[in-house]
């Protein structure tokens, strides 16, 4: 157990809805990032948030959004779900060694996203 | 762009070999790179990190080597047990952010 959870575990809706999937990360982490993995492929990153800040943003859809709120936890909005959106959904996270300069991630178990 | 490649194809092997996984990047200089486990539908686990710094790391059966050089990293399990089975991914990071960049993965079965 990573000690990030993730909720809902499973989703399933139809394209055009809006759906919001929710992190708690590790406590005393302060970063959290998301990550989209369709079948077959890869972690995609989407964005990271950092006490309550945006800090970087990857390949995110403009119909996706995030935020961090100030008891850490963060939230993935998608919305105009489209059939390609379906796909498993990671949230992580991390406090950089500020000594080390390395920043290890803790995934949570994800939410599999399916739009139907 | 910044680039990482790991071998498309599963890497089938015999239980007690030792696999090795490659990691191969360009247009990146990273100041660590990260070796993570994937389980199917699991979230990725932590297994290693080295930095640019360093050349070898070891922990119990797992060795990873860095060659900043050849841009490339090398995951050596030895002693390979079919519970070793699972998708290994390779994450270079660095920078302001410190965000982590990951490679497709490699698919390793170990057959009993």
Known sequence: DSGVTQTPKHLITATGQRVTLRCSPRSGDLSVYWYQQSLDQGLQFLIQYYNGEERAKGNILERFSAQQFPDLHSELNLSSLELGDSALYFCASSVRSLALGTDTQYFGPGTRLTVL | ?112
Not at chain 2, 47 to 74: A, G
Not at chain 2, 78 to 98: R, W
């Open chain 2, 1 to 112: 762009s910044q680039k990482i490649e790991q071998n498309s194809e599963a890497l089938n092997i015999q239980e007690g070999k030792t696999a090795t996984l490659t990691c191969n990047y360009t247009n990146y200089s990273p100041a660590y790179l990260q070796w993570y486990r994937q389980d199917p539908g699991r979230g990725p686990v932590f297994l290693l990190l080295i930095r640019e710094n360093e050349k070898e790391k070891r922990k119990e059966r797992l060795k990873v080597t860095f060659d900043t050089t050849l841009k490339q990293s090398l995951f050596h399990i030895t002693a390979s047990q079919p519970a070793d089975s699972a998708t290994y991914l390779c994450a270079l990071g660095g920078g302001a952010t410190n965000k982590l960049i990951f490679g497709t993965g490699t698919l390793l079965a170990v057959q009993p």
